[in-house]
């Protein structure tokens, strides 16, 4: 699982919200969440980060905008 989500904070600096959400194939307990839910979860996990001041797995995030 850690794996995965320094996958996702790593797209971060590469990718929108939306593109990660069109992009992925994101399961849950056994089945695949739709995209709208991932773009939920995505848009969640990256406000998160960024109101904590760390991008790309604890580094200080360089780049405030996207």
Known sequence: MDQHIELLIDLFDKYTDEQIADLSDFSYEGRSMTREETLV?????????????????????QNQSG
């Open 41 to 61: 979860v995505v848009s969640t996990f990256r406000a998160s980060r960024i109101a904590r001041g760390y991008i790309n797995g604890g580094r200080t995030r």
